[in-house]
C-alpha cells in the first residue's frame, strides 16, 4: 500500500495521486468518494460556501474520473458516491443537495461518454451514516435528530458505514456485471416512503 496525500478540489494534488497509480498498473475499480458540506438557508449562502460546497462534491469528483480515465482498463467499474439528499429538498442544505444532484446527473452521461469502453459507472447514495462527523453533529444538534431519525428511517437505525460499503462493493464487483446509471439508496428506506 502506498499512502497519497491529496485534495480531489486541487488538480495538483490529483496529477500526483495519477503518477503513483500509473507506476502500479491499471484500475479495475475506481470509488469516487468526495464530500463535504455546510448549512446555510438561501439568503445567507456565500460565495465562499458554494465554491467550497462545488469544489470538493463536484469539481472533485469530475476531474477525479477525468485523470483516472487512461488509468482504467476497458470494461472497470466506477463508484461514485452520492447522497439522498441529491433527490430531496433540506432546509439550508440547498447548495449541498444541488452538488449531490449533479453526481448522479454525471453518472446518467458518463455511461454513455463510456460506452464504448464497457466502463459501468453507478451511484451510490446514502442517508444518514454513524460516522464521527455524523456523531459531531448529533452531538450539535442534540438527542432529538437521532430519535426522529429513527422514527423517519423504515429500518430504525441509521446506517453504519459497512453498510455503504457493501453497497459499494456490489455494484463495482463482476456481480453487477449488467448494472450501468443506476443509484442505488443506501438508507434504510427513508426516501422510499
Not at 439522498?84 to 429538498?89: D, N
Not at 461518454?113 to 454513524?130: E, H, M, Q
Request: glycine share 8%.
Amino acid at each position: 500500500m502506498v499512502p497519497i496525500v491529496s485534495d480531489a478540489s486541487r488538480l495538483g494534488d490529483l496529477d500526483t495521486l495519477f503518477e503513483a497509480v500509473a507506476r502500479h498498473g491499471k484500475l479495475d475499480i475506481l470509488v469516487a468518494n468526495a464530500g463535504g458540506s455546510a448549512t446555510a438557508a438561501l439568503g445567507s449562502i456565500t460565495e465562499e460556501q458554494f465554491d467550497r460546497e462545488f469544489d470538493v462534491n463536484v469539481k472533485g469528483l469530475l476531474f477525479t474520473v477525468q485523470n483516472a480515465l487512461p488509468h482504467l482498463v476497458d470494461g472497470a467499474s466506477i463508484v461514485l458516491l452520492g447522497s439522498t439528499q441529491g433527490s430531496s429538498g433540506v432546509a439550508g442544505m440547498s447548495v449541498y443537495s444541488a452538488a449531490k444532484a449533479a453526481v448522479r446527473s454525471f453518472a446518467r452521461s458518463w455511461i454513455l461518454d463510456l460506452k464504448d469502453r464497457a466502463i459501468r459507472v453507478n451511484v451510490v447514495s446514502p442517508g444518514p451514516v454513524d460516522t464521527d462527523a455524523f456523531q459531531d453533529y448529533v452531538r450539535e444538534q442534540g438527542e432529538a435528530v437521532l430519535a426522529h431519525l429513527h422514527q423517519a428511517i423504515p429500518l430504525g437505525r441509521v446506517a453504519q458505514p459497512q453498510d455503504v460499503a457493501a453497497a459499494t462493493l456490489y455494484l463495482a464487483s463482476q456481480d453487477a456485471a449488467y448494472i450501468n446509471g443506476i443509484e442505488l439508496f443506501v438508507d434504510g428506506g427513508m426516501r422510499q416512503v
